[in-house]
């Protein structure tokens, strides 16, 4: 019985050893960190983590900066930015936008949450109300912009990574509105389009929209100061070698950030822009993030051994190919190519399709399900035309969803536990497990219609239709893994080795939602390893088909923004 729990056991201690180490990382230097809710417009309640630096009160105050992520992120993408503000001294209020995380209402409504959360950091008596800055990561620019339109003596400076003023969402800027603004806009930023109108983000210096904000009328210098510090019109613009989402994995982009408030702000540590370290945190959440995916497979394995679930075991015994000759590398090409090849017609018709309403309030959510449930429809339609050996499953719905419930049960009281104690999740990057609120979960059992649908005909087909003979466990799990997430993981390598080397991405109408698929790696080789794992064990496809409707519903729903709230 021991050794049928022992992965569990490791899931455990990964787990919970990078989620200490990330709490460690994030609290250094006696910082504490508070989960903080504010009534924002219309009385909807915004969601928030405090940063607060060791010896701050009421009676010795502190500058305070407003962080916030950008479009379909949440509060903890801004972490590494917080990190590095909070150990300067500065209290740091990292929000969710309206309509994501935990905060209330809809995606771009109430300026994004922004004037709102200006207040709440403003009302706080430990703040110095004379010192205040704004960083905002895209939209998150537009956030803080929207903030500074409605308060305009209400801060001092503003940071806009990866933003811009302007059309589509933001306020025009001028010589002398907002205040004090460093630029930080990635050389690769797959957005340059969008906010300079630009093609190539390493072309910004010479976009006529950011020419004119900085009063140039040539193109403008990375580095230079224009404008004046003590009046308050002050411009300055940095190009880190990042991407648009890799200003959060940035030293520099950071770096700039950090420096901007040190000259703008009073009352910080003085401690240099280049002494970071947000990047342990990065990397102790990905290992508790690896902990929660060896913590359901460890539950999995466990629960197996149990009586009533114990009747689920069973060893494959039939496989579709005796070799890996021409018809299955047929099938393996398409199942790794179809999906990447309708993914953009596929994501921008569901836009169409299926507006925002009370049924199906996430935009991108109503895209990836759509998508889905139309793969797993064609996989399940190749298996019907292209016969292989067939594969016999056994079949028993009520134990599986018991086994599935179970386990993710447990992996989303690790969740709850890790919050609640250490503020943090499990995550790298943006690719985090976010806790649902209870409007939340009603939306996710929406969504778990269509993912159960292409999870229970994709992972037939997986298993009916790439299945080997005499296989190694080693390549089954490889190959299982490239026919899932394959296709994507070569289809962004060729994009971004395009915007690396020509400065723009083979799809530059796509950006959004080429930035969306770097999700699908991961969740897809997660599902892959779930699935071939219990098919090991079950000789069935439904009890992983289950586990992974439950966790990507879960994960997605959690993660997306909600473009419209009752009420």
């Given at each position: 019985m021991?050794?049928n729990?022992?992965?569990?056991?490791l899931?455990?201690?990964l787990?919970?050893?990078?989620?200490i180490?990330?709490?460690?990382v994030?609290?250094t230097?006696g910082?504490?960190?508070?989960?903080?809710?504010f009534?924002?417009?219309n009385?909807?309640?915004?969601?928030g983590?405090l940063?607060?630096?060791e010896?701050?009160?009421?009676?010795a105050?502190?500058?305070?900066?407003?962080?916030v992520h950008?479009y379909?992120?949440?509060?903890?993408?801004?972490?590494?930015f917080?990190?590095?503000?909070?150990?300067?001294g500065?209290?740091?209020?990292?929000?969710?936008?309206?309509?994501?995380?935990y905060?209330?209402?809809a995606a771009?409504s109430?300026?994004?949450g922004?004037?709102?959360?200006?207040?709440?950091?403003r009302?706080?008596?430990?703040v110095?109300?004379?010192?205040?800055?704004?960083?905002?990561?895209?939209m998150?620019?537009?956030?803080?912009?929207?903030?500074?339109?409605?308060y305009?003596?209400?801060?001092?400076?503003?940071?806009?990574?990866?933003s811009?003023?302007g059309?589509p969402?933001?306020?025009?800027g001028?010589?002398?509105?907002?205040?004090?603004?460093?630029?930080?806009?990635?050389?690769?930023?797959?957005?340059?389009s969008?906010?300079?109108?630009?093609?190539?983000?390493?072309d910004?210096?010479?976009?006529?929209k950011?020419?004119?904000?900085?009063?140039?009328?040539t193109?403008v210098e990375?580095?230079k100061?224009y404008?004046?510090?003590?009046?308050?019109?002050?411009?300055?613009?940095w190009q880190?070698p990042?991407?648009?989402p890799?200003d959060?994995l940035s030293?520099?982009?950071?770096?700039h950030?950090?420096?901007?408030?040190?000259?703008?702000?009073?009352?910080?540590?003085?401690?240099?822009?280049d002494?970071?370290?947000?990047f342990y945190?990065e990397f102790?959440?990905?290992?508790?993030?690896?902990?929660?995916?060896?913590?359901?497979?460890?539950t999995?394995?466990g629960l197996l051994s149990?009586?009533?679930l114990?009747?689920?075991?069973a060893?494959?015994?039939?496989a579709?190919?005796?070799?890996r000759g021409?018809?299955?590398?047929?099938?393996?090409?398409?199942?790794?190519?179809?999906p990447?090849?309708n993914?953009?017609?596929?994501?921008?018709?569901?836009?169409?399709?299926f507006?925002?309403?009370a049924l199906?309030?996430?935009t991108?959510t109503?895209?990836a399900?759509f998508?889905?449930?139309i793969?797993?429809a064609?996989?399940?339609l190749?298996g019907?035309?292209?016969?292989?050996?067939?594969?016999?499953?056994?079949?028993n719905?009520?134990?599986?969803?018991?086994?599935?419930g179970?386990?993710?049960?447990?992996?989303?009281?690790?969740?709850v536990i890790?919050?609640?104690?250490?503020?943090?999740d499990?995550r790298?990057?943006?690719?985090g497990v976010?806790?649902?609120t209870?409007?939340?979960?009603?939306?996710a059992l929406?969504?778990l219609?269509?993912?159960?649908?292409?999870?229970?005909?994709?992972?037939?087909a997986?298993?009916?239709?790439?299945?080997?003979a005499?296989?190694?466990?080693?390549?089954?799990?490889?190959?299982?893994?490239?026919a899932l997430m394959g296709?994507?993981?070569v289809f962004?390598?060729?994009?971004y080795a395009?915007?690396?080397?020509?400065?723009?991405l083979?799809t530059?109408s796509?950006?959004?939602?080429?930035?969306?698929?770097?999700?699908?790696?991961?969740?897809?080789?997660t599902?892959?390893?779930?699935?071939?794992f219990?098919?090991?064990?079950?000789?069935?496809?439904?009890?992983g088909?289950?586990?992974?409707?439950l966790l990507?519903?879960w994960?997605?729903?959690?993660g997306?923004a909600?473009?419209?709230?009752?009420?």
């Open positions: 021991k050794t729990w022992r992965l569990f056991a899931g455990l201690v787990l919970f050893v990078g989620s180490a990330a709490h460690l994030q609290t230097n910082v504490t960190i508070k989960d903080v809710r009534v924002g417009a009385g909807n309640l915004q969601s983590l940063y607060v630096p010896g701050v009160t009421a009676e105050k502190a500058p305070a900066i407003l962080a950008g379909i992120n949440t509060r903890e993408v801004q972490s590494g917080a990190i590095e503000y909070s150990r300067r500065y209290v740091v209020l990292s929000i969710d936008q309206t309509g994501h995380g905060s209330e209402g771009f109430a300026g994004f922004g004037p709102a959360a200006l207040q709440y950091l009302s706080l008596d430990i110095d109300v004379d010192n205040i800055g704004m960083e905002g990561h895209s998150g620019g537009w956030t803080v912009l929207a903030a500074a339109a409605t305009p003596d209400d801060y001092k400076s503003i940071v806009l990574e990866g811009s003023v059309a969402f933001a306020a025009e001028t010589a002398d509105w907002p205040r004090n603004v460093s630029v930080v806009f990635s050389a690769y930023d797959e957005f340059s969008l906010m300079w109108g630009v093609d190539k983000a390493d910004v210096e010479k976009s006529p950011l020419m004119a904000f900085f009063s140039s009328e193109p990375e580095g100061i404008g004046d510090l003590a009046t308050g019109n002050a411009r300055i613009l880190p990042v991407t648009h890799g959060h030293r520099a982009a950071i770096g950030s950090v420096d901007w408030f040190a000259q703008t702000l009073n009352g910080a540590r003085p401690l240099p822009a002494n970071q370290i947000w945190k102790a959440t990905l290992i508790g993030l690896l902990g929660f995916v060896v913590l359901i497979l460890g999995l394995n149990l009586p009533w114990r009747d689920l075991k060893t494959p015994v039939d579709a190919h005796t070799t021409a018809k299955w590398w047929g099938i393996f090409l398409f199942s790794a190519l179809f990447v090849a993914y953009y017609p596929l994501f921008n018709f569901a836009e169409t399709l507006p925002a309403s199906l309030p996430q991108i109503s895209q399900a998508w889905a449930v793969n797993g064609v996989a399940g190749v019907l035309v292209i016969r292989t050996q067939p594969v016999v499953f056994p079949i719905i009520a134990r599986s969803l018991v086994l599935a179970a386990a993710v049960f447990v992996g989303y009281l690790s969740a890790v919050d609640f104690f250490l503020k943090v499990f790298f990057w943006f690719v976010k806790l649902l209870a409007e939340r979960f009603v939306t929406v969504y219609v269509p993912f159960t649908i292409y999870f229970v005909l994709a992972m037939r997986l298993h009916g239709g790439l299945s080997v005499g296989q190694s466990l080693r390549a089954t799990y490889t190959l299982n893994a490239l296709g994507f993981l962004l390598i060729l994009q395009a915007l690396f080397s020509n400065g723009i083979l530059p796509e950006p959004l939602n080429t930035i969306v698929m770097f999700q699908f790696v991961p969740l897809l080789l599902a892959a390893i779930i699935s071939t219990l098919y090991q064990r079950t000789a069935s496809y439904l009890p088909a289950f586990v992974n409707a990507v519903t994960f997605v729903v959690a997306q909600t473009q419209y709230a009752a009420g």
